[in-house]
């Protein structure tokens, strides 16, 4: 089964915010891109809601449900009781758990879940049992598998931002790829799905899929809606679901 395409929302939503408008449409350009085949759709709303806003979430849960019910929604934040009782009214199918600080620009980190089980093991189990799938943000790190696998978590959503930035860089490339294929590994023999996220392109994700065939899904915003710029959105959600592509070592 191909790996599964999750258009991110918040560059289009940070776009729209530019101006005191309601276009570009979060929900309309959402619509598109499952219009043409993506699988699900990702926001993170951030707490100062500068680019996804809490009536996006709404808005989404409803698109989804009422014209797209066999597609998924996957929200992204930081496990404050505000985030937690956001998800909870909307009830995605997928939670993903970032370590963000409200002030950063962009998720840059994955968790230190060692440091942070005792915290994140009961939001885990909180948002199961409220029938949602949660997926904690990881680095490429071996040693923190176990520790993410001992929260309960069903995913692990592999930051792929250094592999993505040694664009330019090939033997860096390399290496960070080898890295996210380790601890991917190892999630896998912890018997947890893997999904990956931060700077995908077109260029770079058939090699990432081609040593992780077993990538349950991406989620990609920035290189998605950048290559919409140019392509369109319709036209771009084709290209990458081309590039997730299983292809043989």
Request: proline residues 6%; contains cysteine.
């Amino acid at each position: 089964m191909a790996t599964q395409l999750s258009v991110n929302l918040n560059a289009v939503a940070q776009l729209r915010n530019r101006r005191d408008l309601p276009w570009p449409s979060v929900t309309g350009i959402g619509r598109i891109a499952l219009q043409h085949g993506a699988h699900g759709l990702t926001v993170h709303p951030r707490p100062d809601q500068r680019h996804t806003r809490f009536t996006d979430v709404h808005e989404l849960r409803s698109l989804i449900d009422e014209e797209f019910a066999h597609c998924e929604f996957n929200v992204e934040g930081f496990p404050t009781e505000q985030f937690l009782k956001l998800v909870e009214q909307n009830r995605p199918e997928q939670v993903t758990l970032v370590p963000d600080d409200p002030s950063q620009a962009t998720s840059d980190h994955g968790w230190d879940c060692k440091s942070h089980h005792t915290m994140l093991a009961p939001i885990v189990a909180r948002l199961q049992g409220a029938g949602m799938r949660v997926s904690l943000f990881a680095d490429a790190d071996v040693e923190q598998v176990k520790w993410a696998c001992d929260t309960g978590c069903d995913r692990i959503e592999l930051y792929t931002g250094p592999y993505g930035g040694a664009y330019n860089n090939e033997p860096l490339m390399r290496q960070e790829l080898a890295k996210l294929c380790a601890t991917a590994d190892a999630a896998k023999a912890q018997g947890i799905q893997v999904n990956a996220g931060h700077d995908l392109t077109v260029a770079n994700l058939p090699e990432l899929i081609k040593h992780i065939p077993y990538l349950a899904e991406v989620s990609i915003g920035h290189g998605l809606t950048a290559d919409a710029v140019e392509f369109g959105m319709a036209e771009t959600v084709k290209r990458f679901l081309g590039a997730c592509q299983p292809i043989t070592v």
